[in-house]
């Protein structure tokens, strides 16, 4: 098992910028790749930055987020944070974290980013 803990969300002023960060813990080892996803009022959860956690640690964006926002490795291998630049008010949504081993996928509580006009 794997326990996901975000923290950072937040009001902030369209334009500006917030940091969130997601902590693993658990079975860390069994990780493939690590995610936020985003999930506005009345609408699906969808990706909005992949992180590998192979040598290569590639990166993925959706393309609404792209030169906006940057996923990155934390202060510690288990910690994934997502720094969000420019922030406008269709960001505003809970943000959940994700992890996905080889045959499940672990999910967060999700924290909430508020943008205000």
């Known amino acids: 098992q794997v326990q996901l803990v975000e923290s950072g969300g937040g009001l902030v002023q369209a334009g500006g910028s917030l940091t969130l960060s997601c902590a693993a813990s658990?079975?860390?080892?069994?990780?493939?790749?690590m995610a936020w996803y985003r999930q506005a009022p009345g609408k699906e959860r969808l990706m909005v930055a992949t992180?590998?956690?192979?040598?290569?640690?590639?990166?993925r964006y959706d393309d609404s987020v792209k030169g906006r926002f940057v996923i990155s490795r934390g202060d510690t291998y288990n910690t994934v944070n997502l720094q969000m630049n420019m922030l406008q008010p269709d960001d505003t949504a809970v943000y959940y974290c994700?992890?996905?081993?080889?045959?499940?996928?672990?999910w967060g509580r999700g924290t909430q980013v508020t943008v205000s006009s």
């Open positions: 992180l590998s956690n192979d040598a290569d640690s590639s990166v």
């Open positions: 994700k992890a996905r081993s080889r045959n499940q996928a672990y």
């Open positions: 658990g079975n860390t080892a069994t990780i493939i790749y």
